[in-house]
């Protein structure tokens, strides 16, 4: 069974960073996901087994990194110039294939969420 740990949320002001880790084990698609209370959730980020495939929502596109460390077996989701509309429960999850990387239902195994909560 498959086991994601997400850490490194908290609380930061707009125009802040954070960077969040998912510690995983083994070689899967890996995507980011982001869930607002009350909203259905939706996909951040997406990275690739040889971590040359790497698609962003249009939303985070140039403010947030998605990479992964097979030694260390995390991978990360860099936030920059975060927004208060960035705020949700962030969730790492894994996929067999990188097919529509972005479609939730494509994943299979999930983390617990960390939560995230931007301030204006």
């Known amino acids: 069974q498959v086991q994601l740990v997400e850490s490194g949320g908290g609380l930061v002001q707009a125009g802040g960073s954070l960077r969040l880790s998912c510690a995983v084990s083994g070689r899967y698609v890996m995507g980011w996901f982001s869930q607002a209370s009350g909203k259905e959730r939706e996909a951040v980020a997406a990275?690739?087994?040889?971590?040359?495939?790497?698609t962003y929502a249009d939303s985070v596109k140039g403010r947030f990194t998605i990479s992964r460390d097979y030694d260390n077996k995390m991978v990360y989701l860099q936030m920059d110039s975060l927004k208060p509309e960035d705020t949700a429960v962030y969730y790492c999850a894994a996929a067999r294939r990188y097919s529509a990387p972005l479609v939730v239902q494509k994943y299979v195994h999930w983390g617990q969420g960390t939560q995230v909560t931007v301030s204006s």
């Open positions: 990275i690739g087994v040889q971590s040359d495939n790497r």
